[in-house]
């Protein structure tokens, strides 16, 4: 029972980190109909990014506040150069996008090199939580989680940026004839995409590694995750993060962690084959 | 303790013994490579056939790419001593590298396109293991000689040919060269947690008979998917009454396994033990003492001084790496030491056989075969990891291992295991010699 619980735990707590990632997948799906296969690259380089900022600075903090900064400054840029040209061409979004990560994840070997790397964190230090010891900084990074995306959801519902977000995603020709400038917001959107999940890699880094291929490997449970809740559902997508890997935890205690993986594809089938509007369509959008 | 440096005889390959003529033998005898000698290889070559194309199946991107760069440039640092000394038989030698892209498919239909589009006569192949074992049955129907350099015994074995070679080690000999010291000295209890594809298998599955035969026990594996970033669901797995926890992991897993193990005090509660490949291309200091503490079986020690001789300082020197973390002059990178020596020495070695069985072309195969099973490599510049002997029967390196330890962010070498003590240990499981042509 122990280990349920503490399996359990850490999955709601990954899942809390996963969410972060899988949010910005989901704006930029959710505003500009790209199916964002670099999106997992853009975690990378937020993991990279934290590396090199604790690595000249010594300070993990400003690392927290640098990286989607500059983030944001490469998705504008990413918009103009990338996507701005395929706007409306979803086929060619896929290509375009899978080309970009090919890209990124060059460019970053050949900078920060091959080899893997660690960064520490900031706490350090294990409690006892349910027969194991559990690195605080988890605990830590569940945390700064949830700010992150409480924070989120707060600027898209209270700020005019966000309204007008949520106004161009519901109608971007009544948005244009109102005046919001859809253009900026969609780049915006996508910056905004690229900073959440370059904020995610700085929370996860200190878990995880820091590697250039570290965005392949989380790509496919983000997309898990922005299907099951609903694919341009904010709130959905936030939620099946954290509903699926909670439930691979909990499975993970009876089973192989293979097993529970297998268990989450079937639920994604299920939900395409009967939901494929999301299931928490209609009572989260 | 520490490799006995063996007082420098020869650079060749020799087979039964003797001990074969070649360029390098006389320049290290004469004591250095020279400029006046550089000359005379250059124009020996320029009188002859055309060139001798070896192809290199190189991880020169992907999850392998920071092994794959020292695999190439072991290549490429080898065949340039080569031809400055002459080439192969007075024929310049061209290595052709292409990127498996550490991807089985891509693996296999660039070792078809290395041989039959760029004419490569021999490969030495992959260290990935699934690309690896997906390139022998193409180099087997092609009849080209193959040298393996990853692990999985199944190279060698179930899945060999008479055309596949392994200069280095495979899980069967890791397997008998190590646990045993492990089984004495860190644990009788055990638990295995390696990465769910070929080579994580394999390595299950030989120490698990290893511990058994010795009396240990072992507990359920642990495997785990490749694209895993959170190993707690898996750490959180490892019995309590483990003693030895075997890791056996690459590039990014081995950093993510021993972050969090360490954090979750696993260090602490047992032993750990491993081999070479879970900390290749990484520095125990650049992961800030995750992997203090952690015993290792290498077979080309990262410290010169574990094997202190002339030749493994000149590796050092032309490899353009530092005496004791292996790490570049020009670089942070660090060198995937007890792997990448492979394709150098595999293109020594094949120099060797070339010239001793008079091959010219495609039709003298069989001499360059005959040659390797059984061949004899001395400690020299052409195989500085050491004196070593590619068995005849089942094709696979017998070489020297040491059990090495992280300590105060370097490795400590702790024992060397002879070669002879596992070539005694393991007898061949095939015998690939009667298999005809």
């Known amino acids: 029972m122990e280990l349920v619980l503490a399996l359990a735990i850490n999955g709601l707590i990954w899942g809390l980190i996963i969410a972060l990632i899988a949010l910005g997948l989901s704006i930029i799906f959710g505003l500009l109909d790209i199916i964002n296969l670099s999106h997992g690259d853009f975690f990378m380089v937020g993991t990279v990014l934290a590396w090199f900022i604790v690595h000249w600075t010594g300070s993990f903090w400003l690392a927290f506040l640098l990286a989607p900064l500059i983030g944001l400054l490469l998705g504008a840029l990413i918009m103009k150069l990338v996507i701005v040209p395929i706007k409306g061409a979803a086929a060619l979004s896929i290509v375009a996008t899978f080309g970009l990560s090919i890209i990124l994840q060059e460019t970053v070997r050949a900078t920060f090199g091959p080899a893997p790397k660690r960064l520490l964190p900031p706490v350090e230090g294990t409690i006892p939580l ?61 910056a905004l995409g690229f900073a959440i999940a370059a904020l995610g890699g700085v929370v996860a880094a200190p878990i995880t590694t820091v590697d250039f291929r570290a965005g392949v490997d989380i790509l496919p449970f983000c997309f898990m995750a922005v299907i099951i809740g609903g694919l341009g559902n904010l709130q959905g997508t936030a939620a099946a993060a954290v509903l699926l890997s909670f439930m691979e ?19 994604m089938s299920v939900v395409l084959l009967l939901r494929p509007q999301g299931i928490f369509a209609g009572a989260m959008s | 303790m520490t490799g006995k440096a063996k007082k420098p005889t020869s650079l060749a390959t020799s087979t039964n013994g003797t001990t074969r003529r070649s360029f390098l033998q006389t320049a290290l005898a004469g004591g250095a490579f020279g400029t006046a000698y550089l000359a005379i290889g250059s124009n020996m070559y320029a009188k002859a056939a055309g060139p001798i194309t070896i192809g290199h199946q190189a991880e020169l991107t992907g999850g392998f790419s920071s092994w794959g760069y020292w695999h190439d440039k072991c290549a490429q640092k080898a065949a340039a001593i080569i031809n400055e000394g002459g080439g192969i038989g007075g024929r310049e030698l061209r290595v052709v590298t292409d990127d498996t892209e550490s991807n089985p498919a891509a693996g ?32 087997t129907e092609l009849k080209t000689v193959y040298f393996s350099c990853g692990e999985a015994t199944e190279a060698t074995g179930s899945k060999g040919s008479r055309y596949a070679f392994r200069t280095g080690n495979d899980t069967y000999t890791l397997s008998g060269a190590g646990a045993p010291w492990a089984y004495e000295n860190l644990g009788k209890n055990w638990t295995m947690i390696f990465p769910d594809y070929a080579w994580g298998h394999s390595h299950h599955k030989e120490h698990k008979r290893v511990i058994e035969e010795l009396g240990g026990k072992v507990n359920d594996p642990i495997a785990v998917p490749l694209d895993s970033r959170d190993l707690v669901p898996y750490l959180a797995k490892v019995p309590e009454e483990t003693e030895v926890l075997f890791s056996v992991f690459f590039g990014a897993l081995s950093v993510a396994f021993y972050t969090q193990a360490k954090n979750m005090g696993l260090g602490e509660k047992m032993k750990m033990y491993s081999v070479a490949g879970t900390i290749e291309a990484i520095a125990p200091a650049d992961i800030d003492g995750a992997a203090e503490g952690v015993y290792f079986l290498e077979n080309f020690p990262r410290p010169l001084a574990a094997k202190d001789d002339e030749y493994h300082k000149e590796f050092i020197k032309i490899m353009e790496i530092d005496p004791v973390n292996g790490r570049e002059a020009t670089s942070d990178r660090v060198i995937a030491k007890s792997h990448a020596w492979q394709p150098w020495e595999n293109l020594f070695l094949l120099k060797a056989a070339i010239e001793a069985s008079g091959w010219k072309g495609k039709k003298d195969d069989q001499g360059v075969i005959e040659y390797l099973e059984g061949a004899k490599m001395s400690n020299s510049l052409a195989h500085p990891q050491g004196d070593k002997i590619l068995r005849a029967k089942d094709h696979s390196g017998i070489l020297d291992n040491y059990i090495s330890q992280v300590r105060g962010g370097v490795f400590e070498t702790i024992k060397r295991i002879p070669k002879e003590e596992i070539d005694a240990k393991l007898p061949p499981r095939f015998d690939f010699t009667k298999t005809a042509l």
């Open chain 1, 130 to 190: 349910f027969g194991i010891d559990y690195g605080i900084y988890r605990l830590v990074a569940a945390g700064i989680a949830i700010v992150c995306l409480a924070g989120f959801f707060l600027f898209l519902h209270r700020t005019k940026i966000g309204a007008w977000m949520r106004a161009v995603r519901h109608d971007p020709e009544t948005a244009v004839a109102l005046g919001i400038p859809v253009q900026r917001i969609y780049t915006i959107t996508f």
């Open chain 1, 249 to 267: 935890g909990v499975i993970t205690a009876f089973a192989d962690p293979v097993v529970a993986r297998i268990v989450s594809l079937c639920l």
């Open chain 2, 108 to 139: 296999a239909r660039k070792l078809r396109s290395l041989i039959q589009r760029k004419g490569a006569s021999f490969v030495t192949g992959s260290v990935h293991s699934g690309v690896m074992l997906a390139s022998i049955p193409v180099a």
